[in-house]
């Protein structure tokens, strides 16, 4: 595990490119972050998903996390909906 360069937290100001820590969440994030962080790197991917509020990844390190995770958003909705169909 490598150590975060000095930068502002990546909860207000995201995954920064050039600390070694932040390309490691960026690959891994399920692995790497914190819940607060995850949930925070969800929420900005949902809305970056459905095009809303002019989000977009704030670096190539947040840019990796988002596509990782909302892979993971699009096959979380594919489960439900089948477990729903299942279920009636």
Do not use: F
């Not at 360069?5 to 995201?14: D, K, L, Q, S, Y």
């Not at 995850?38 to 809303?52: F, H, K, Q």
Request: proline share 5%; hydrophobic share 40%.
């Amino acid at each position: 595990m490598s150590s975060h360069n000095h930068h502002p937290a990546i909860r207000e100001h995201g995954l920064q490119d050039d600390c070694p820590r932040c390309r490691e969440h960026a690959k891994e994030p399920w692995a790497t972050l914190d819940a607060g962080n995850l949930l925070d790197l969800a929420g900005r991917t949902e809305i970056w998903m459905r095009d809303e509020d002019d989000i977009s990844p704030r670096s190539e390190n947040e840019a990796t996390a988002m596509r990782l995770m909302e892979a993971h958003i699009v096959h979380a909705r594919i489960l439900a909906r089948a477990y729903a169909e299942a279920t009636v």
